[in-house]
């Protein structure tokens, strides 16, 4: 790194474009007889992506994530009166006033951050409260992590925009907008058994949509098509 000048973007091209930092989670039975722990790095670590990462892979895939580099913090959706009991009558953070329109949708990194009140769609999937330094976080599995990727308004919202994009594509065939959509989220191609199971999906949403009347069926179906596929644990952990 000294013969680098400290460039601390260079190391971490250096890093991700490494045989060791891209090797693939599987292995075969010859690694795991040589390198049972994986102390040696013979194959690549699994685990979920970070808060600020899964907020915005989701809002980068649906095309909503503002990448206006510096500016002010950026408040996104939270519960109402979350701020409420741990703010000072006087303060200017008594009450949370959630940011519009492209503020709402900048990076994770310059979310405004109450640290006795962090984020509570950051805080679940173990964002540092930032009162002391972490040199490595926790990663827990918890059903609560669940229900924010499934109904939380950022998450929805992009799932909703994706629904979007895939309808203006490839009008009237369903299988190739599912193609689509699945490598755009996913980052492949779809086989032969989850083409079919989500084609199953869109058709049995759509006729449950259809019941409840709802103003757009199609577009429903396809938001809970995009929510789904935005829930897998391939499209959650690296």
Request: aromatic letters at 6%; hydrophobic letters at 35%.
């Amino acid at each position: 790194e000294f013969a680098s000048d400290w460039d601390v973007k260079r190391l971490v091209k250096s890093i991700v474009l490494s045989r060791a930092y891209r090797r693939d989670a599987t292995f075969s039975p010859a690694s795991r007889k040589a390198d049972p722990t994986n102390r040696l790095l013979a194959r690549g670590p699994r685990n979920r992506l970070d808060a600020e990462q899964l907020r915005d892979q989701a809002l980068a895939l649906a095309d909503l994530l503002n990448l206006t580099a510096g500016g002010p913090s950026s408040k996104p959706p939270q519960p109402s009166g979350i701020w409420e009991s741990v703010g000072h009558s006087q303060s200017n953070t008594v009450t949370f006033v959630p940011d519009q329109g492209d503020a709402a949708v900048r990076r994770s990194v310059y979310t405004f951050w109450k640290r006795t009140s962090p984020p509570p769609s950051l805080a679940v999937f173990d964002a540092p409260t930032r009162e002391t330094c972490v040199t490595r976080r926790e990663r827990t599995n918890t059903p609560a992590q669940a229900l924010v990727t499934m109904n939380d308004p950022q998450f929805y919202r992009a799932a909703e925009e994706l629904a979007k994009l895939t309808l203006a594509r490839e009008a009237d065939d369903d299988n190739k907008r599912m193609a689509w959509l699945f490598e755009r989220v996913v980052g492949r191609v779809m086989t032969p058994r989850e083409s079919e199971e989500l084609g199953r999906l869109l058709r049995d949403l759509r006729e449950h949509f259809a019941t409840l009347k709802v103003e757009s069926v199609d577009k429903s179906a396809w938001t809970l098509v995009a929510n789904t596929l935005l829930n897998l644990d391939e499209v959650l952990c690296k």
